[in-house]
């Protein structure tokens, strides 16, 4: 994901700066946000419902607007265009297919609206249906069609004018998992191959992790990470982050040494680990250790590892490629490892003590 | 259930699906859908009588009444008899005078006679006296008869009277509908034109249909935006809103209506005030009520929840983000609105106009009080022959004609909108 640094120059298509939004005088939804997004770029704005990423969706879009700062787009304040002259397609939830046109109405329309000719409108509605896959579609009527179907539809409407930034508002949200994972690709390809920006909402992580350039967390009306998915898994900056995205292990305790590689926490229960310091503060501060239950390893060899510790094993759930196994180890009963199902795996049962440990730059020391 | 296991097995033919023991299947859901079937009929029954004794016998019997004619054939037996064979152009023969003498006394002793003169009155104006004073003296009737009659009241010489006996000697009857469309039979039997100033009906119902088409579109025109309103306020302000639209429904008819004559009548408010701000003079007082004007603003105040309710229900099932797509799509909010937002209202724009339509076009109070004479529709006429002239067959026959106007309406509706396309709420 190093291609983004690549369109470096072409950052600033999209700009928020400083933007506040409150809808009713008390409480921002969106707290000085300031974001570039660059041309051709997928960014993908996750988080929790009601952390602020559809208002965001929405002031871009201009169907609510900024109560502070200004948006930018190609270099020019969008505040004061209404919607229909941004010139910017929008997939929604529901797709918000026009149900008293048919599938070719639907194309038609944003070039309808465009006065353009009909040769060309015919032209354009089929190559859109073409694009995604169907051409035979062109006379149905919406609700004639299957979801996924629909959803392919609303993304070759808001596609069809060939706009520059197409917006998309957990538009996979009401189709079931297989389908979903299908069309993640499919939105992906089209992407590519268009080279057109999107900004992508949704509160699904592998979601995101699957499509985006760069993910933006949102949480609480502030972005807590803006990063290419393998940082925002590898690297999480903070807790919210590490716990958002993917399944991590969260150890509680305070700095008690410090230096510039490395650092030494005291958790709760007496035990100590060496952390890779990333968020903390100085000496005598709290943390929250990050360790992803992947990067655990059974039975290491012994001094190969800074970490080790005595863990019991509390359940193991058979999950095919690999064995999820809860143990209780440093003062906690939720620790998980993820043990991969290979030949070479170390076979352990219930109620048995067995070794585990991982490396300092695995554990990462996060705020409290 | 199971099928049974020689049906599956390969080559056998395919006999009918039986359950484990052996009973077919069909049968087996029968008796288990019976059961439940009972129930649900047993829950619709009482309003199933209560329809047929208040909407389907009264429905019935008023289109019996228009075309039912038992008086003559009762009360003129011998007479309807002898003038079968009449031809209608010359003097019936003696014995129809005859037949008509006996008659008479007979009506005359059992009191029946009178009916038979009102009924004779609708064909022929002036048969009333005629038959009731010469049943007076029916007793003193001698042969020949026909010097007899002609004695006691010289129209007995006319063929008039004897030609309306004839065509209306018979248990059935068109002639109802004959006048209610503003006909008469003319005296050589065939069907002319009312005179010009004898004329009301047609116009009337023209009138009626053009009221209620205004009256709808008023309320449509009105109804629209407040519906829109409703369905797109937060709660809260809906809420109250929603109050001030169902507040005519609150309130009793006559309030209203008489509420609408202190505002709209000359010496009324609206008046006055239009008077106050030199808008007009004393003099030019505007007529708002007693007319037709008087009539669509007081019906378009009743009937608005009508309309704004079911356009309400569908407006509130249409999410905003069909505008925004359309917004985001490049079209200007006129567009938006015209070309995707009112398409998917049309099911409660159709909901609407046939309600207020159906009921404006039988509505009767508030013409008869706000109406005057321009704002009269036909149903005040049917209310007329109903209570006034009793003239029932021909009320029937009116009402007769306007269920059939709104079924055909209907009909053409469905056949351009589609019912299925309408939603009531």
């Known amino acids: 994901m190093t291609n983004v640094s690549a369109a470096a120059d072409d950052y600033g298509f999209v700009r928020f700066a400083n933007v506040q939004k409150s809808y009713d005088g008390e409480i921002l939804v969106v707290k000085d946000l300031n974001l570039d997004i660059a041309k051709g770029e997928f960014l993908t704005m996750l988080g929790p419902s009601g952390s602020g990423k559809t208002t965001c969706l929405m002031m871009l879009a201009g169907f609510e607007s900024a109560t502070y700062g200004e948006i930018r787009l190609k270099n020019e304040r969008i505040d004061n265009v209404p919607p229909h002259k941004r010139g910017i397609g929008m997939v929604f939830q529901n797709y918000a297919l026009f149900p008293h046109m048919t599938v070719a109405e639907n194309l038609a329309f944003p070039l309808r609206v465009r006065k353009m000719g009909k040769a060309e409108i015919e032209d354009r509605v089929k190559r859109a249906l073409e694009m995604v896959e169907l051409p035979a579609m062109a006379g149905r009527m919406p609700a004639q069609l299957s979801g996924g179907q629909q959803q392919r539809v609303a993304v070759a409407r808001a596609l069809v004018f060939e706009p520059d930034l197409v917006l998309m508002d957990e538009p996979l949200g009401a189709l079931d998992k297989n389908l979903r994972e299908q069309m993640q690709y499919e939105i992906k390809h089209i992407h590519e191959s268009l080279g057109v920006t999107v900004v992508y909402v949704t509160h699904d992580q592998s979601e995101a992790l699957t499509m985006s350039n760069r993910i933006a967390v949102f949480n609480d009306g502030v972005i807590q990470q803006l990063a290419p998915p393998a940082d925002l898994y590898e690297r999480p900056d903070n807790a919210f982050v590490a716990a958002f995205i993917g399944e991590n292990n969260k150890l509680k305790g305070k700095v008690e040494q410090m230096d510039g590689q490395s650092c030494t926490v005291r958790l709760e229960d007496g035990s100590s680990v060496v952390a890779l310091p990333v968020n903390v503060g100085g000496k005598g501060e709290p943390t929250t250790l990050s360790l992803r239950p992947e990067r655990v390893v059974v039975a290491p060899a012994e001094g190969s590892l800074p970490n080790a510790f005595e863990a019991r094993v509390e359940e193991l759930i058979y999950l095919g490629d690999h064995i999820r196994t809860r143990v209780s180890v440093c003062g906690t009963d939720e620790f998980i490892v993820k043990i991969p199902n290979a030949q070479s795996h170390a076979r352990i049962s219930r109620g048995e003590m067995v070794r585990i440990g991982w490396a300092m730059e695995d554990c990462r020391a996060l705020d409290a | ?425």
């Open chain 2, 1 to 425: 259930m199971a099928q049974a296991d020689a049906a599956s097995l390969g080559g056998a033919p395919i006999t009918a699906m039986v359950t484990a023991d052996g009973v077919p299947l069909k049968k087996s859901l029968a008796k288990a859908e019976r059961r439940r079937k009972i129930t649900a009929f047993l829950l619709v029954a009482p309003l199933l009588a209560f329809i047929i004794f208040t909407f389907v016998i009264p429905i019935g019997s008023m289109l019996f009444r228009s075309v039912d004619n038992p008086i003559i054939v009762q009360v003129l037996p011998r007479t309807v008899d002898a003038l079968q064979e009449w031809d209608g152009q010359d003097i019936p023969p003696e014995s129809a005078f005859a037949a008509m003498a006996e008659d008479l006394v007979e009506a005359q002793a059992n009191r029946t006679v009178g009916r038979v003169a009102v009924r004779l009155n609708y064909e022929m104006s002036g048969a009333r006296s005629l038959l009731t004073a010469t049943a007076r003296r029916a007793d003193d009737l001698a042969a020949p008869f026909q010097e007899s009659l002609v004695d006691a009241n010289p129209r007995w010489g006319d063929t008039e009277i004897w030609a309306a006996i004839q065509r209306e000697g018979r248990r059935f009857t068109p002639a109802y509908f004959v006048s209610a469309i503003d006909m008469r039979y003319a005296s050589d039997g065939s069907i002319e034109r009312q005179p010009e100033n004898q004329r009301i009906y047609v116009t009337l119902f023209i009138r009626t249909l053009m009221l209620s088409v205004a009256i709808t579109l008023t309320t449509l025109l009105l109804g629209y935006p407040i519906a829109y309103l409703l369905a797109t306020l937060p709660l809260r302000y809906s809420n109250l809103l929603m109050i001030c639209v169902l507040l005519p429904f609150w309130t009793s008819l006559l309030v209203r209506t008489t509420a609408w004559i202190v505002l709209l009548q000359q010496q009324g408010v609206l008046n006055d005030i239009l008077v106050a701000l030199g808008i007009i003079g004393d003099n030019g007082r505007i007529m708002m009520v007693y007319n037709a004007a008087g009539t669509i603003i007081a019906m378009t105040h009743i009937l608005l929840p009508f309309m704004v309710l079911p356009l309400y229900s569908v407006m509130k099932g249409i999410p905003p983000s069909y505008v925004r797509a359309a917004r985001s799509l490049g079209a200007n909010p006129w567009t938006a609105f015209w070309k995707v937002y009112v398409p998917q209202t049309m099911p409660g724009v159709g909901a609407g106009a046939v309600l207020v339509f159906i009921i404006s076009i039988g509505y009767y109070i508030t013409p008869a009080l706000v109406g005057g004479q321009s704002g009269q529709m036909i149903s005040n006429l049917i209310a007329f022959h109903m209570q006034n002239s009793l003239n029932w067959g021909l009320a029937a026959a009116l009402g007769t004609i306007l269920l059939a106007g709104v079924l055909i309406l209907y009909w053409v509706y469905n056949r351009i909108v589609g019912v299925d396309n309408v939603k009531l709420g």
